[in-house]
């Protein structure tokens, strides 16, 4: 039985091998194209722990989806686009939570004159905190760490026992459940009015 020297195969003898499971032709293909996209994602990110986070789900993804990916089609292209996609995604994943936050930070730092103001701030106040209550695993502590006690992505993270990336992840999903669930804006103009 001849053994296969995966360092030696190129691109297209190793698609077809990772398409039927084979972990040594991911592996070469992880160690063939990771500094490179790193380089890459750090360009884009700036930040090398977000860089390697970022790999590390583009190739999750590949092995996941190993049996339907097309080997006519350049896999090293396809990782390329996916470590720019996954970067934009997150950009625009931080965009709406700064906007959240600050729409909200404005919100409950603005000072009332009136006891009725004040009695509205703490109904959405209430209902926040039950929103958040509600949310399925740690999403809602999360959410409640960083808004309501201004605890850094670390601190929940080290709280929490779950990795920095898991904080931003939850914080971000945390966010689309409150918008969707409260509609803040909406709350915010029809409580106010």
């Given amino acids: 039985m001849k053994l296969t020297n995966y360092q ?3 691109e297209d003898k190793l698609v077809p091998l990772l398409n ?4 040594k032709a991911f ?3 992880f160690n063939r194209y990771y500094h490179f996209l790193l380089e890459y994602a750090d360009r884009l990110t700036r930040d090398t722990q977000e860089s390697e986070d970022l790999i590390q789900e583009v190739f999750v993804r590949v092995w996941e989806n190993r049996e339907r990916f097309d080997h006519s089609r350049s896999l090293f292209n396809y990782l390329k686009v996916s470590v720019r996609n996954g970067f934009l995604n997150q950009e625009r994943s931080k965009d709406n939570r700064t906007a959240f936050k600050q729409e909200l930070l404005q919100y409950l730092t603005h000072k009332y004159d009136t006891a ?3 009695l509205i701030e703490q109904e959405l106040i209430t209902r926040l905190e039950n929103i958040a209550q509600s949310l399925p695993g740690k999403m809602g502590k999360v959410f409640m760490m960083t808004h309501f006690e201004n605890c850094s992505n670390e601190v929940i993270a080290d709280t ?3 990795s920095d990336k898991t904080v ?4 971000s999903q945390a966010v689309v459940n409150m918008r969707l669930r409260l509609g803040l804006s909406v709350a915010l103009t029809v409580l106010l009015s």
């Avoid at 039927?20 to 972990?23: A, L, N, V």
């Avoid at 931003?168 to 914080?171: A, E, F, S």
């Fill in 8 to 10: 030696t195969l190129l």
């Fill in 20 to 23: 039927k499971g084979d972990r």
């Fill in 27 to 29: 592996e070469e293909l």
């Fill in 116 to 118: 009725d103001q004040m």
């Fill in 160 to 162: 929490l026992n779950v």
């Fill in 168 to 171: 931003k992840n939850l914080l």
